[in-house]
C-alpha cells in the first residue's frame, strides 16, 4: 500500500474536543481506526485496515522518537510524545499521541493502541519543532542510517537528562 507521498508545507488541523484513535496487532499493522482518523488522513477504513502504521509517518519525524517510544511500550510502558503524521495528501499534522500496550489476560502482548489530541501549539513551536529538527539533521549528518540513529538517539537522552529527571517529568513540564 506505501507508495511515496511527496510532503506540502500545508499542516491540517483537527478540533481539540477530538481524538485520534487507533489499534494496532504486534507487528503494527492497523486493526482499527476511528473516523477522526480517517477524516484526517485522508484514508478509508479499507486503506487503512492491515496497514502499517506507519504510513502516516512523516519524514520530518527524527527515527530516534520512534525509538525511544516502541523501546518504552515494549518494556510494557505508556507513552506520551508529539509526532507529526502526513496524510495521503502530502499534507501535515501534529499530534500529542498517547501510546499504550495492549495485554491478555495472562500477559502477553496483544498490540498497541494509540489516543492523539491536538498539541499545545506553543510546545510545538517552542520546543518540540527546534528539538525535532535537531535530531533530524543529526540522523542524517552520518555516513549511514544506523550510525545516524545512534547519534540522534544519544543527543535525545542527553537532552532529557539535561532538562528532567525523566523523560515523562520533561514532556509533561512542556
Excluded at 42 to 66: C, N, Q, T
Excluded at 113 to 131: G, K
Aim: proline share 4%; charged share 25%.
Amino acid at each position: 500500500m506505501k507508495t511515496q507521498i511527496t510532503p506540502t508545507d500545508r499542516e491540517v488541523f483537527f478540533e481539540r474536543d477530538r481524538f485520534i484513535v487507533s489499534k494496532t496487532d504486534l507487528k503494527g499493522r492497523l486493526t482499527y481506526v476511528n473516523r477522526a482518523f480517517r477524516d484526517i488522513s485522508h484514508y478509508s477504513a479499507k486503506e487503512l485496515i492491515g496497514a502499517p502504521h506507519s504510513v502516516v509517518r512523516h519524514p520530518d519525524m527524527p527515527r530516534a522518537i520512534f525509538k525511544f517510544m516502541w523501546d518504552r511500550i515494549l518494556e510494557g510502558h505508556e507513552v506520551f510524545t508529539y509526532v507529526k503524521n502526513i496524510t495521503k495528501l502530502g499534507d501535515h499534522y501534529w499530534v500529542f499521541a498517547h501510546v499504550t500496550p495492549s495485554f491478555d489476560d495472562g500477559g502477553a502482548f496483544l498490540g498497541f493502541h494509540s489516543n492523539r489530541r491536538a498539541p499545545d501549539r506553543r510546545v510545538l513551536s517552542e520546543t518540540i519543532v527546534p528539538l525535532y529538527a535537531s535530531l533530524l539533521k543529526t540522523e542524517k549528518a552520518t555516513a549511514n542510517a544506523k550510525d545516524g540513529l545512534a547519534a540522534s538517539y544519544r543527543q535525545f537522552t542527553d537532552i532529557v537528562q539535561s532538562k528532567a529527571r525523566s523523560y515523562d517529568e520533561m514532556v509533561f513540564s512542556l
